[in-house]
């Protein structure tokens, strides 16, 4: 499975974006998916997760309310809207798929086989 993430971008506080994140390859298979975020000389984080079907969801306590993680799997695409962007989301996001069951979301980055490539988010204040 191949996953490229897109997106990112430069934006003013207070304003928003939506990445999305592309599999291709092996894609028959629903994969319970996850998006991190990378700050320079932090660890990898998990900000939001989905599991197969959209019906279980995970965030982290410092997106709640403001970022939505969403997919189509008729376009085998995973998005994460980010909305009221503060500058201390500014990271490299990443996109991720588990080989672990599919009922459910996972947190760790541990858990995740297939990674993207990072797309870069910066917010300016």
């Known amino acids: 499975v191949q996953l490229q993430a897109s997106g990112g971008g430069l934006v003013q506080a207070g304003g928003s974006l939506r990445l999305s994140c592309a599999a291709s390859?092996?894609?028959?298979?629903?994969?319970?998916m996850g998006w991190f975020r990378q700050a320079p000389g932090k660890e990898r984080d998990c900000v939001a997760a989905i599991n197969w079907n959209g019906g279980s969801t995970y965030y982290a306590d410092s997106v709640k309310g403001r970022f939505t993680i969403s997919r189509d799997n008729a376009e085998n695409t995973v998005y994460l809207q980010m909305n009221s962007l503060k500058p201390e989301d500014s990271a490299d996001y990443y996109c991720a798929a588990t080989l672990r069951a599919k009922t459910y979301y996972y947190r760790r980055k541990e858990e995740y086989t297939y990674w993207g490539r990072g797309t870069q988010v910066t917010v300016s204040s």
């Open positions: 390859g092996r894609t028959g298979n629903r994969y319970s």
